[in-house]
């Protein structure tokens, strides 16, 4: 074995190998940049080259490119708050504070370390569990997987902020739109309301961009001036590696669970990165800074979504049941190598495992130097007034969405979700538990609904379902028994100012309104699709209208940061011309809308005298243009566009 | 140094005329190939590995690439490529197996008619039968006495439709538990022993299974046959060894199915969503000479050595990938389905599995 890592890592020593290792890291690092776009993109992307090499060059270059994938879109995260893909979005909560703070640097070198960190033990991981892989994934039946996804849904209890009701109405509210498509179990499509788009589900990437990043260029503009406040950047990135070092076991422990998220195929990258956070928050003692900028919630899920990526490949090589659409491709080039992946590959290619290792490794370690290096640059962006900015931000999230299904449909759920998170954080509703329920909710249903079939009731003596069990209890417990100790005092309530609840009363009664049309649509599904809906909506219901009672007598909690009305004005404003945005694309095409959005945000929003924004505007149109043209994109076409 | 430019600008006059005139049809032009489902399907897959052949075969070398157009469960690009796709031969579909099945029992929302494409070219793959050594039978043919079949599977329709005609056409009653995520998660269930019976494309049994059956923890049974250029059902190129369901049926009950409408049901599904399961369509009104330079091309790709080894022996396990032409009116019939065939399918889903399709 040792052998063949040894031999597996020769391949390396040759310049031309390495070379290639750097293309498809770069790609990997270009497309993790842009929001929304996963390994996916980058794997779509230098597929067709690839396909010209060898296998071990082709093997090589396409791990490259998965494996640092999540080290860049941190960069995106922190910065702007756009999630640079999916399975970064907790770096916009935590990470992008830290940057409005002026403390970017800080932020994303204790990312990047903890990136490469987690990349490097996922490599370690994998080529120690390679022997005992194959029983272990082979233990966890359909029961263990329901219980795990149980368990990830219990971290989201850790993340319901201060307003425990707030945070489960939204934690419902995500899985509401997480049961929209077809039911796992019954051939039947939810809450479609007839559109073809619907049919499939919405796209995690168009979702999480839209109720984080669509929400904080929103905030960005509205308040006027740059990202970061006041501060200096300083010399925060020495402070990122001591934070990464005081924290080295939140280090490890972010890995294992990544590690662990990939190889079962239950989980996946997302909810890895989330169960790692969920983890953090549920096991620390002081929760305040969580969610305004907590150094610890941004360590554990950087380490395990490089992590993850490791896992995913246990799965893919060894059962042929791949974790990831990228992985999926994996198998792809594999197989057209005539390599086959499955339970021989490890005595037929056991050299190729390890070059697949290496190249993972060395990609963790080379793209994360990369970030590095271009970081303090990229860091300065957050001095800059982010009116000149927003436009080609924007435009790049606007192009991330539709590539999910290249459809109108695409931009529409963005902007969509974008007004619904604006709201949501104008209003102090926590946004996390929305997110984590949307990820969950589909393999929690679908291995329930499994386990029932299979086993009846005797699921619940299976061994393994207690440990997980007890694994999600226990901080419940130990809470209460906190709480009996503190002798029973109840959280202080606030009230809100007078004026400021308006926003907040409206938010929650078109959340209950949007749980009682769901509960009326979903007592009309078939049996063996209606049940979970059923249960979502209903709960919703009671929670809401709750929320709406307490909001109308003026209790809202602790509102701390709500925005002051004119710049909640300003904010409507430009979500208004998020959705002038989407119908000129829809009318005139994407490149005709992005000029619009150009001018519009750098004359009105940005007060740019009219010569620099012109300048500003071509150059913005013309850089979307090569962009997609070098990534192979399709734009939006118009209506009556020539 | 004027003369020289413009006896430069003069003998590109000269040529141009000339070479676009004896220049293919595809000279200079690019070819998009509509995948409507993610990246990473087993259709996406095998699109990608023929693109880079495609270029170099098609006649004028144009570059050729992918597009995903998820959504709708394949329907959404599907319809895409039927409502929007220019009939100049620049773009194609590769139509998955979702979409051929939706449009054989006449889901509404399809908007495409394959009556109305032209072939380009088309492949299939067979699909194997096996179940756990627990269930008690030794070969097919003892199915129906076999105890506690369990069958996983994702949410119907798709190509389960197939396996379940087929146990119905045999008189096997498995349970069938849905919800799983795809064919991938429920082979690891049969593994676990979860499950008992399961039913893979032949390159996934090959691979996967067959270790399996090695150690004594898979009993394989059948498979769903294969079509002769007559239309007559043979075994499986890939899976010689194993017994067809139209044997299995003959071994059962002692006489031929033909002419039962189950044997018509499975059949359909059989013939289009496996034996022409892989199928590369041009918008109807495609021009001849386009077509011609497609059709060629695939003769030619037949021929390249490294098309047989890359992609033909690994890909497409073997399988033929047939020249459009030639196989066009016999795809057509076989997506032709009468309207008594998907009443049987829709009733033995609801009937028997409580699914409404």
Same mark, same amino acid.
């Given at each position: 074995?040792?052998?063949?890592?040894?031999?597996?890592?020769?391949?390396?020593?040759?310049?031309?190998?390495?070379?290639?290792?750097?293309?498809?890291?770069?790609?990997?690092?270009?497309?993790?940049?842009?929001?929304?776009?996963?390994?996916?993109?980058?794997?779509?992307?230098?597929?067709?080259?690839?396909?010209?090499?060898?296998?071990?060059?082709?093997?090589?270059?396409?791990?490259?490119?998965?494996?640092?994938?999540?080290?860049?879109?941190?960069?995106?995260?922190?910065?702007?708050?756009?999630?640079?893909?999916?399975?970064?979005?907790?770096?916009?909560?935590?990470?992008?504070?830290?940057?409005?703070?002026?403390?970017?640097?800080?932020?994303?070198?204790?990312?990047?370390?903890?990136?490469?960190?987690?990349?490097?033990?996922?490599?370690?991981?994998?080529?120690?569990?390679?022997?005992?892989?194959?029983?272990?994934?082979?233990?966890?039946?359909?029961?263990?997987?329901?219980?795990?996804?149980?368990?990830?849904?219990?971290?989201?209890?850790?993340?319901?902020?201060?307003?425990?009701?707030?945070?489960?109405?939204?934690?419902?509210?995500?899985?509401?739109?997480?049961?929209?498509?077809?039911?796992?179990?019954?051939?039947?499509?939810?809450?479609?309301?007839?559109?073809?788009?619907?049919?499939?589900?919405?796209?995690?990437?168009?979702?999480?961009?839209?109720?984080?990043?669509?929400?904080?260029?929103?905030?960005?503009?509205?308040?006027?001036?740059? $990202?970061?406040? !006041? =501060?200096? +950047?300083?010399? #925060?990135? @020495?402070? &990122?590696? /001591?934070?990464?070092?005081? *924290?080295?076991? %939140?280090?490890?422990?972010?890995?294992?669970?990544?590690?662990?998220?990939?190889?079962?195929?239950?989980?996946?990258?997302?909810?890895?990165?989330?169960?790692?956070?969920?983890?953090?928050?549920?096991?620390?003692?002081?929760?305040?800074?969580?969610?305004?900028?907590?150094?610890?919630?941004?360590?554990?899920?950087?380490?395990?979504?490089?992590?993850?990526?490791?896992?995913?490949?246990?799965?893919?090589?060894?059962?042929?049941?791949?974790?990831?659409?990228?992985?999926? $491709?994996?198998? !792809? =080039?594999? +197989?057209?190598? #005539?390599? @086959?992946? &499955?339970? /021989?590959?490890?005595?037929? *290619?056991?050299? %190729?495992?390890?070059?697949?290792?290496?190249?993972?490794?060395?990609?963790?370690?080379?793209?994360?130097?990369?970030?590095?290096?271009?970081?303090?640059?990229?860091?300065?962006?957050?001095?800059?007034?982010?009116?000149?900015?927003?436009?080609?931000?924007?435009?790049?999230?606007?192009?991330?969405?539709?590539?999910?299904?290249?459809?109108?449909?695409?931009?529409?759920?963005?902007?969509?979700?974008?007004?619904?998170?604006?709201?949501?954080?104008?209003?102090?509703?926590?946004?996390?538990?929305?997110?984590?329920?949307?990820?969950?909710?589909?393999?929690?249903? /679908?291995?329930?609904?499994?386990?029932?079939? %299979?086993?009846?009731?005797?699921?619940?003596?299976?061994?393994?379902?207690?440990?997980?069990?007890?694994?999600?209890?226990?901080?419940?417990?130990?809470?209460?028994?906190?709480?009996?100790?503190?002798?029973?005092?109840?959280?202080?309530?606030?009230?809100?100012?007078?004026?400021?609840?308006?926003?907040?009363?409206?938010?929650?009664?078109?959340?209950?309104?949007?749980?009682?049309?769901?509960?009326?649509?979903?007592?009309?599904?078939?049996?063996?699709?209606?049940?979970?809906?059923?249960?979502?909506?209903?709960?919703?219901?009671?929670?809401?209208?709750?929320?709406?009672?307490?909001?109308?007598?003026?209790?809202?909690?602790?509102?701390?940061?709500?925005?002051?009305?004119?710049?909640?004005?300003?904010?409507?404003?430009?979500?208004?011309?998020?959705?002038?945005?989407?119908?000129?694309?829809?009318?005139?095409?994407?490149?005709?809308?992005?000029?619009?959005?150009?001018?519009?945000?750098?004359?009105?929003?940005?007060?740019?005298?009219?010569?620099?924004?012109?300048?500003?505007?071509?150059?913005?149109?013309?850089?979307?243009?090569?962009?997609?043209?070098?990534?192979?994109?399709?734009?939006?076409?118009?209506?009556?566009?020539? | 140094?004027?003369?020289?430019?413009?006896?430069?600008?003069?003998?590109?006059?000269?040529?141009?005329?000339?070479?676009?005139?004896?220049?293919?049809?595809?000279?200079?032009?690019?070819?998009?190939?509509?995948?409507?489902?993610?990246?990473?399907?087993?259709?996406?897959?095998?699109?990608?590995?023929?693109?880079?052949?495609?270029?170099?075969?098609?006649?004028?070398?144009?570059?050729?690439?992918?597009?995903?157009?998820?959504?709708?469960?394949?329907?959404?690009?599907?319809?895409?490529?039927?409502?929007?796709?220019?009939?100049?031969?620049?773009?194609?579909?590769?139509?998955?197996?979702?979409?051929?099945?939706?449009?054989?029992?006449?889901?509404?929302?399809?908007?495409?008619?394959?009556?109305?494409?032209?072939?380009?070219?088309?492949?299939?793959?067979?699909?194997?039968?096996?179940?756990?050594?627990?269930?008690?039978?030794?070969?097919?043919?003892?199915?129906?006495?076999?105890?506690?079949?369990?069958?996983?599977?994702?949410?119907?329709?798709?190509?389960?439709?197939?396996?379940?005609?087929?146990?119905?056409?045999?008189?096997?009653?498995?349970?069938?538990?849905?919800?799983?995520?795809?064919?991938?998660?429920?082979?690891?269930?049969?593994?676990?022993?979860?499950?008992?019976?399961?039913?893979?494309?032949?390159?996934?049994?090959?691979?996967?299974?067959?270790?399996?059956?090695?150690?004594?923890?898979?009993?394989?049974?059948?498979?769903?046959?294969?079509?002769?250029?007559?239309?007559?059902?043979?075994?499986?190129?890939?899976?010689?060894?194993?017994?067809?369901?139209?044997?299995?049926?003959?071994?059962?009950?002692?006489?031929?199915?033909?002419?039962?409408?189950?044997?018509?049901?499975?059949?359909?599904?059989?013939?289009?969503?496996?034996?022409?399961?892989?199928?590369?369509?041009?918008?109807?009104?495609?021009?001849?000479?386009?077509?011609?330079?497609?059709?060629?091309?695939?003769?030619?790709?037949?021929?390249?050595?490294?098309?047989?080894?890359?992609?033909?022996?690994?890909?497409?396990?073997?399988?033929?990938?047939?020249?459009?032409?030639?196989?066009?009116?016999?795809?057509?019939?076989?997506?032709?389905?009468?309207?008594?065939?998907?009443?049987?399918?829709?009733?033995?889903?609801?009937?028997?599995?409580?699914?409404?399709?």
């Amino acid at each position: 074995m040792a052998e063949a890592a040894l031999r597996a890592l020769e391949i390396f020593t040759g310049p031309d190998r390495l070379a290639l290792l750097c293309a498809g890291i770069l790609a990997g690092i270009v497309v993790g940049l842009l929001p929304g776009m996963g390994g996916i993109v980058a794997v779509s992307l230098i597929l067709p080259y690839v396909l010209r090499m060898d296998a071990v060059a082709a093997v090589a270059v396409l791990t490259g490119a998965l494996a640092v994938v999540h080290t860049a879109d941190t960069i995106t995260s922190v910065l702007i708050g756009a999630p640079g893909s999916a399975a970064s979005a907790t770096s916009v909560i935590e990470g992008h504070p830290l940057a409005r703070q002026g403390q970017a640097a800080r932020a994303l070198s204790a990312a990047f370390l903890s990136s490469m960190l987690g990349g490097l033990m996922g490599a370690l991981g994998l080529t120690l569990s390679i022997p005992v892989a194959r029983p272990l994934v082979l233990s966890m039946g359909a029961p263990e997987l329901f219980m795990l996804t149980a368990l990830g849904v219990s971290y989201a209890g850790s993340l319901l902020g201060r307003e425990v009701r707030k945070g489960l109405l939204s934690g419902l509210l995500g899985m509401l739109v997480g049961l929209i498509g077809p039911s796992p179990a019954a051939a039947q499509v939810r809450f479609d309301f007839g559109s073809l788009y619907l049919m499939d589900g919405l796209p995690l990437a168009v979702v999480a961009l839209g109720i984080f990043g669509v929400a904080e260029v929103v905030n960005l503009l509205a308040e006027g001036g740059s $990202i970061a406040r !006041g =501060a200096t +950047l300083g010399h #925060g990135w @020495l402070d &990122g590696v /001591r934070d990464v070092w005081r *924290h080295r076991w %939140l280090v490890v422990r972010g890995a294992l669970i990544g590690i662990w998220a990939g190889i079962l195929p239950a989980l996946g990258a997302t909810a890895g990165t989330w169960m790692a956070y969920g983890h953090v928050v549920a096991t620390s003692r002081d929760r305040d800074r969580f969610g305004k900028g907590d150094i610890r919630g941004i360590i554990a899920p950087e380490s395990a979504n490089n992590a993850v990526a490791a896992g995913d490949l246990i799965p893919t090589l060894l059962f042929m049941v791949p974790g990831s659409a990228s992985a999926a $491709i994996l198998v !792809g =080039a594999l +197989l057209r190598y #005539g390599i @086959l992946p &499955g339970p /021989r590959i490890l005595t037929e *290619h056991l050299d %190729l495992i390890y070059v697949i290792i290496w190249s993972y490794a060395l990609a963790n370690v080379i793209g994360a130097g990369i970030c590095f290096a271009a970081s303090p640059a990229l860091a300065r962006l957050t001095r800059v007034p982010f009116a000149r900015l927003a436009a080609p931000v924007l435009a790049a999230m606007a192009l991330g969405a539709y590539q999910a299904s290249q459809e109108m449909g695409d931009l529409v759920t963005l902007v969509v979700l974008g007004v619904l998170g604006w709201l949501m954080s104008s209003a102090g509703w926590p946004r996390a538990p929305f997110l984590i329920g949307f990820v969950l909710v589909g393999p929690m249903e /679908r291995y329930f609904v499994i386990t029932k079939n %299979l086993y009846g009731w005797t699921w619940l003596a299976r061994p393994g379902v207690w440990v997980i069990g007890a694994a999600l209890l226990a901080p419940f417990l130990w809470g209460l028994v906190r709480w009996l100790r503190r002798g029973g005092v109840a959280a202080e309530r606030t009230t809100l100012p007078p004026g400021r609840h308006a926003l907040d009363l409206a938010v929650s009664v078109t959340v209950l309104a949007v749980f009682l049309g769901a509960a009326f649509l979903a007592v009309r599904l078939v049996p063996g699709a209606r049940e979970l809906p059923l249960l979502v909506a209903l709960a919703g219901c009671g929670l809401g209208a709750v929320q709406v009672v307490q909001g109308a007598r003026g209790r809202g909690g602790a509102g701390e940061d709500l925005p002051e009305p004119a710049r909640l004005r300003r904010g409507l404003g430009i979500l208004a011309g998020l959705w002038g945005f989407v119908l000129l694309t829809y009318l005139a095409g994407f490149l005709a809308a992005v000029v619009a959005l150009a001018l519009w945000v750098t004359l009105a929003l940005g007060r740019v005298r009219p010569p620099w924004a012109v300048l500003y505007t071509g150059a913005t149109a013309l850089a979307v243009h090569a962009l997609a043209g070098f990534l192979a994109l399709h734009l939006p076409p118009g209506r009556i566009s020539p | 140094m004027r003369t020289v430019v413009a006896g430069f600008l003069l003998s590109v006059a000269a040529w141009v005329p000339l070479a676009s005139a004896a220049a293919p049809y595809y000279a200079g032009k690019s070819v998009e190939i509509i995948v409507p489902t993610a990246p990473g399907g087993p259709s996406d897959i095998l699109v990608r590995a023929l693109a880079p052949y495609l270029e170099k075969h098609i006649a004028g070398n144009p570059s050729v690439r992918v597009r995903n157009m998820p959504g709708g469960g394949t329907i959404l690009g599907s319809n895409w490529f039927a409502l929007n796709a220019k009939p100049d031969g620049s773009t194609l579909l590769a139509a998955p197996v979702g979409a051929t099945i939706a449009y054989i029992i006449r889901n509404p929302a399809v908007r495409y008619d394959f009556r109305a494409f032209k072939l380009v070219a088309v492949s299939g793959s067979g699909a194997v039968f096996y179940a756990s050594p627990r269930v008690g039978v030794r070969r097919a043919a003892e199915l129906p006495q076999a105890r506690d079949l369990v069958m996983g599977s994702p949410s119907p329709p798709g190509n389960v439709l197939t396996a379940l005609v087929a146990m119905e056409l045999l008189g096997v009653s498995p349970k069938v538990v849905f919800g799983f995520e795809g064919v991938g998660p429920a082979r690891l269930a049969f593994e676990r022993g979860e499950l008992t019976l399961d039913f893979q494309s032949t390159i996934v049994y090959v691979t996967q299974v067959e270790p399996l059956v090695r150690a004594g923890r898979a009993v394989p049974l059948m498979t769903l046959g294969y079509l002769d250029e007559r239309g007559q059902v043979v075994r499986d190129p890939a899976v010689r060894g194993l017994p067809t369901v139209y044997e299995v049926y003959q071994q059962i009950h002692g006489r031929k199915p033909d002419g039962l409408l189950r044997w018509k049901a499975f059949r359909a599904l059989f013939a289009a969503g496996w034996v022409y399961g892989r199928g590369l369509w041009a918008p109807g009104g495609t021009p001849p000479e386009a077509l011609r330079e497609l059709h060629e091309a695939v003769d030619r790709m037949n021929r390249d050595p490294d098309f047989q080894r890359d992609v033909a022996q690994r890909l497409l396990e073997g399988y033929a990938l047939h020249r459009g032409d030639r196989v066009e009116a016999t795809v057509h019939r076989s997506l032709q389905v009468t309207l008594d065939v998907v009443k049987f399918i829709r009733d033995l889903m609801r009937q028997k599995y409580g699914q409404e399709i």
